[in-house]
């Protein structure tokens, strides 16, 4: 029996292309599984109604990167009995209804090595993922990884930070596609805030090394800091501010989909009108 590829290789570089729209997109992470499989499938076809792309975390079990926030988001969802195969098939439901949104896969390297770099580049493709952020895999150790993604036409997309110089920047860049990942702060995720004077060079500075847009990442919680941001990059991503939404109404037996998508309502429209209050 064949199975529907959604396969799509320009569905991200789409997104930050629109004509006659010079606004940063708003990219929205939500970790898969977390609290459960259904509540994130009810959350992926939500969040597409204000998200222009959304970042979907594969769980694991340490993630170096990560601040309290998702670290739980990531224990709540392997609690589950999330894995990978599971995360794909998300995907993969999602693109059933909409195969517009590009979704971006964000992780650490195990649980990809231990699926198989083709294999899950494939599988990942297939399911109608546009890229993959590794968090945790250097770029002269990512030969074999970034083989497979190409071939499969899978973006892969690299951080860079604020301790990145020119130097680290040039072998950043090489073979990277979709845009670059700026992490705003040095830390981890939901602790520390960004910056938006600070992230305007650096940003800058990538956009000419790469050639590609710049999201920013890290350190942005609320409208007002994500319209900031907004003002300088071609992307702005939040997570923790939504994953915090998800673990309250969680806790709280509150409507989880409901409250999440509330918040993300509030970003979108801070970063979609950023520029617009400029003019």
């Known amino acids: 029996m064949s199975v529907t590829s959604y396969r799509d290789a320009g569905r991200l570089q789409r997104a930050f292309q629109r004509e006659n729209d010079h606004r940063a997109l708003f990219i929205a992470y939500i970790m898969a599984g977390d609290p459960d499989l259904e509540t994130s499938f009810e959350l992926l076809k939500g969040l597409a109604e204000h998200a222009d792309v959304i970042e979907l975390g594969m769980p694991f079990s340490d993630p170096m990167a990560e601040g309290p926030t998702i670290q739980l988001a990531s224990q709540r969802s392997l609690a589950a009995g999330t894995k990978m195969r599971d995360v794909l098939g998300l995907v993969r439901r999602f693109r059933e209804t909409n195969t517009v949104t590009p979704i971006v896969l964000m992780g650490y390297l195990n649980p990809v090595l231990f699926h198989g770099y083709e294999a ?10 546009d890229g993959v952020i590794i968090v ?8 074999p990884l970034t083989d497979a993604l190409e071939a499969a036409q899978m973006n892969l997309i690299r951080l860079a930070t604020p301790t990145t110089d020119d130097a680290r920047l040039e072998v950043l860049v090489k073979r990277t596609s979709g845009f670059i990942y700026y992490v705003s702060v040095a830390g981890v995720t939901g602790v520390l805030e960004a910056d938006a004077d600070a992230v305007a060079g650096p940003v800058a500075r990538i956009r000419a090394a790469s050639g590609l ?49 509330l918040k993300a309502s509030e970003l979108a429209k801070a970063v979609r009108s950023a520029r ?4």
Do not use: Q, W, Y
């Not at 899950?120 to 993922?129: E, K, M, R, T, V």
């Not at 990059?233 to 923790?240: E, R």
């Not at 617009?276 to 003019?279: N, V, Y």
């Open 120 to 129: 899950f580049a494939n599988d990942a493709a297939d399911a109608g993922a």
């Open 136 to 143: 945790d895999c250097p770029p002269e150790e990512a030969g």
């Open 213 to 261: 847009p710049v999201a920013v990442g890290f350190g942005i919680k609320t409208p007002e800091r994500a319209a900031a941001v907004a003002r300088v990059a071609d992307g702005v991503v939040v997570g923790s501010a939504l994953v915090d939404e998800i673990a309250s109404a969680a806790k709280l037996n509150e409507n989880v989909t409901e409250k999440v998508l």
């Open 276 to 279: 617009l209050e400029l003019a």
